[in-house]
């Protein structure tokens, strides 16, 4: 099973939505697509638009493979499930996002051999079929950025002081 996630975005994201039916057909493969505010809905693909979180991962540890979005939550939920995953981030071209952000997290991830970015969703096609190893060597590091998160608004709090 391919599970995909758009996220909670309210711009659609129907290149990604399309490609993933249209390999549903293709392949006869079970793909479950999370649509949230998408107006594109699959015809060959199940769908829904939000799950509780709990469920949602349920999805990403059953699935063989992840598409998803290029969010910092579902890149850290395919992280966490071991799944191998792919990222195709939204793009501003597209009227996907109001910007490019998420290509700087996906470019992240690629590098660190986690999982691959894809651009184009006509690459899908082959990675879906012959997806990337599943995430090696992650390993979260939740006290570094707590620390991290306090020190910062320490700054904040000792600079509206002053």
Request: hydrophobic share 45%.
């Amino acid at each position: 099973m391919i599970y995909v996630t758009l996220g909670t975005m309210f711009l659609g994201f129907d290149r990604l939505v399309r490609k993933m039916d249209a390999i549903a057909a293709a392949t006869g493969e079970r793909v479950i697509i999370q649509t949230g505010l998408s107006k594109v809905l699959p015809q060959h693909a199940e769908h829904f638009d939000f799950r509780p979180h709990d469920a949602v991962m349920d999805l990403n540890c059953e699935a063989r493979l992840v598409v998803a979005h290029a969010g910092i939550g579902v890149t850290l939920d395919a992280l966490r499930s071991g799944t191998p995953f792919i990222l195709v981030p939204r793009l501003k071209r597209f009227n996907e996002h109001m910007n490019d952000h998420q290509l700087d997290l996906a470019r992240a991830v690629e590098k660190r051999d986690w999982g691959k970015m894809v651009l184009e969703v006509d690459e899908l096609d082959a990675l879906c079929a012959a997806p990337p190893a599943a995430p090696k060597d992650y390993a979260p590091d939740s006290e570094r950025l707590v620390e991290a998160v306090r020190g910062f608004i320490q700054r904040v709090a000792d600079e509206k002081r002053r």
